[in-house]
């Protein structure tokens, strides 16, 4: 059983994805709202028409899915205020280069460093407003 995070975004979803698919590989669909096959009555036009994601994934090279969208039109929400999203990086080096390319444009929340359970441990909100934390391997 794995659990795989669905963040959600105001407008800027493909840019967000298209940014992690650059960072961590893998293979990524979008679908806006204007590509859902049927919507019930009443559904307001601006939904029906828009060109943000209703849904995305970004399927990893190891297995694990990052699946995204953003918020219908018009509907408000905060995107991923109580929520961080943990990677551990395969080397310290690649852990290094993560993290600095999620703060690029974004803000350090703690800076990449040793802990006691690795040798790098760093927090970050990203330029999309995503929460992570990226580790170098673990200490057994």
């Known amino acids: 059983?794995?659990?795989?995070?669905?963040?959600?975004f105001q407008g800027n979803c493909r840019a967000a994805l298209t940014a992690y698919q650059e960072l961590f590989g893998g293979d990524l669909e979008l679908m806006p709202y204007s590509a859902a096959p049927d919507w019930p009555d009443g559904t307001p036009e601006a939904m029906k028409t828009s060109d943000r994601v209703m849904h995305g994934t970004l399927r990893l090279p190891?297995?694990?899915m990052l699946m995204a969208s953003d918020f219908p039109p018009g509907m408000g929400g905060d995107p991923q205020?109580?929520?961080?999203?943990?990677?551990?990086?395969?080397?310290?080096e690649r852990a290094r280069q993560i993290f600095a390319a999620l703060g690029d444009g974004g803000a350090v929340i703690m800076a990449f460093q040793?802990?006691?359970w690795s040798d790098g441990f760093g927090?970050?909100?990203d330029r999309f407003?995503?929460?992570w934390m990226v580790s170098a391997p673990w200490r057994n």
């Open 123 to 125: 927090m970050v909100k």
């Open 1 to 8: 059983m794995s659990f795989d995070p669905y963040i959600h």
């Open 114 to 116: 040793p802990t006691f």
């Open 129 to 131: 407003g995503t929460h």
């Open 62 to 64: 190891e297995g694990r």
């Open 81 to 92: 205020q109580a929520v961080s999203i943990s990677h551990i990086a395969p080397t310290m």
